[in-house]
């Protein structure tokens, strides 16, 4: 997107109109919403109706004068909106469209605005805006007898910013800068890591408990838990430990581990689980298996792996299928297409220490399963953590069918990457969702993973010298890039002004519009990145 570099700040009012462009300046302006903020913190807020184009600029010079500790500036446009019929079934536009529409309301006696950008910082819906617009007490009377209008307004976003010696503005879209797709270099993702790294140690606790879920509009962590998460954010801070070699890291790394064994690990007969309330998860076992397998101390026994491991050998059927629940046991249909690739990934791991007939003959049982499970019923999220087994397992064995099953896989997920011609919006371009399948919602942490398992289908179609899929796959995972660049809270003024900027830099968003982080947002796509990173032929 467009931004300007300046040195005084009494060129800010013209470099402001220079980048909103004639096009917005020529049509008629229903509200002007300016927020000035001191790092998160607001530290004055105006919503102009109907300004005309010297209220705007009286009014962001005023802004600067009177604050003049600010670092940043939003500032938002709402041209003249489409009113909808309250009475209509849909009055509403996709909410995949929010952050970027404003809201208004207008009674007998009253007008209300809420702009785009305040739905994103607040992270809520279009109905959830209307209500807090009509419950205002100003409107309240007028709701019971004529129903009011309901204006949808385009907007044009920017953000003007303040460093010690110059000033930027920058256009935005959806509260940030447009993230093209020459931005994917090799510096710009490891600064894109580096972040994740921070946000993983910032969001750690001093017992080792690392935050499932951040709610940056609220600044509220949840309470929730999933095991499967937490010990698959152990891997990535195992894997920045590796990264960095930082005492600290190791440090870390091993005090999550430990945590989790704590709260989660539990001995029976001669295997061991993994708690969750009265479930117990041959996925979460498997990842818990992997994590101590990751372990940097001495102290962490590796008799976890061991009676852990015991319990997936147990839970292999003899045709090669897994049951994917210990308990409760009448589940062992559900989750098959994640948790036996879980286990595999796990003991390829394994195998990949030293032959062991036994084990292998073990994978390649449930390879020929799964292989045929997938083809029969194809779904996106076996793809994966399939992969990165297999990946490993071609490397052990050279066997042709694992590498033909491979880009098999990775052949047909491509098409679950959505085009750009399909995309409601400009900054989704590069995100793993297909709207007329019922494969899930979109999500930043999908496409993380989808990332891990198209980085081992490259390396190995680099590696085998084919060129055209290698070319497929690296546009594949510069897109996903892509897409999680604009998704992370990679500055403070795209941060939440109810957050804390430690526990939000860094963190990637869920999706565009949901501002909710959760650990594995940030661990697949933290994971994925390390992969391209340390492949030397990655084509930047």
């Known amino acids: 997107m467009p931004s300007e570099l300046f040195r005084s700040k009494d060129d800010i009012p013209k470099a402001v109109l220079r ?11 229903d509200y002007f919403c300016i927020v000035v903020r001191l790092s998160t913190q607001e530290l004055a807020s105006q919503i102009l109706e109907l300004p005309a184009w010297h209220d705007v600029e009286r009014t962001l ?5 009177q604050n003049p500790t600010w670092t940043a500036i939003m500032l938002e446009l709402g041209s003249a909106g489409r009113v909808v019929d309250l009475d209509s079934r849909r009055i509403f536009p996709d909410e995949s469209l929010r952050g970027l529409i404003g809201l208004s309301i207008r009674t007998v006696s009253s007008r209300a605005t809420c702009p785009a950008r305040m739905m994103l910082d607040k992270n809520i819906s279009f109905k ?77 606790s001093e017992e080792g408990c690392l935050t499932y879920m951040y709610h940056p509009s609220e600044d509220r962590r949840s309470p929730n838990k999933n095991r499967i998460r937490d010990f698959m954010g152990t891997l990535a801070l195992q894997t920045c430990a590796r990264r960095t070699g930082l005492i600290d890291h190791f440090r ?58 015991k319990l997936t050998h147990t839970l292999q ?44 003959k073990r994978i390649m049982l449930s390879f020929s399963y799964y292989r045929s499970f997938h083809r029969e019923d ?36 491509l098409a679950f990457q959505q085009p750009e011609s399909q995309l409601p919006a400009f900054d989704m371009d590069g995100r793993f969702y297909s709207p007329d399948k019922p494969y899930g919602p979109p999500h ?25 899929r290698a070319e497929k796959y690296t546009m594949a995972i510069k897109r996903g890039l892509r897409n ?46 390390q992969k391209i990173l340390s492949l030397d032929t990655f084509p930047w």
């Not at 980048?19 to 302006?29: A, D, M, N, P, S």
Request: hydrophobic share 40%; charged share 25%.
């Open 484 to 529: 999680i660049m604009q998704l992370q809270f990679s500055q403070i003024a795209e941060i939440p002004s109810a957050a804390k900027s430690f526990r939000t830099l860094g963190g990637v968003r869920t999706t565009e519009y949901n501002n909710v982080i959760r650990v594995d947002n940030v661990q697949h796509n933290y994971l994925a990145m």
């Open 378 to 413: 194809r779904n996106p999220a076996f793809v994966p953590w399939h992969t990165q087994a297999c990946y490993q397992l071609f490397q052990i064995t050279g066997y042709d069918e694992v590498k033909d099953f491979i880009f098999e896989m990775n052949d047909w997920l």
């Open 128 to 204: 959830g805006a209307l209500l807090r617009l009509a419950t205002r007490p100003e409107n309240s009377h007028d709701i019971g007898g004529i129903l009011p209008e309901l204006v949808l307004h385009e907007t044009s976003q920017l953000t003007v910013k303040r460093s010690h010696y110059s000033y930027t503005v920058n256009r935005d879209f959806r509260g940030k800068a447009l993230v093209a797709i020459e931005e994917v270099t090799k510096a710009d993702i490891s600064r894109c890591s580096r972040l994740m790294e921070e946000w993983l140690h910032s969001n750690l």
């Open 444 to 468: 930043a942490s999908s496409t993380g993973v989808y990332m891990e398992g198209l980085c081992d289908a490259l390396a190995l179609a680099i590696a085998l010298g084919q060129e055209e």
């Open 252 to 309: 870390k790394a091993d005090l999550n581990l430990m945590y989790n064994l704590q709260e989660y690990y539990q001995e029976e007969f001669d295997y061991a689980v993994i708690r969750e309330s009265d479930k117990v998860k041959l996925g979460a076992v498997a990842l818990a298996a992997l994590a101590v397998r990751g372990r940097f101390a001495a102290t962490i026994p590796a008799q976890a792996e061991e009676r852990l491991s």
């Open 317 to 360: 059927r003899i045709d090669g299928s897994f049951r994917t629940f210990l308990r409760p046991a009448e589940r062992n249909e559900d989750c098959q297409n994640f948790y036996p690739g879980e286990t595999l990934l796990l003991w390829t791991s394994q195998l990949q220490s030293g032959r062991d007939a036994g084990l292998l």
């Open 61 to 65: 010079c005023e802004s600067i004068e």
């Open 19 to 29: 980048l909103i462009g004639l096009e917005v300046r020529t049509r008629q302006l």
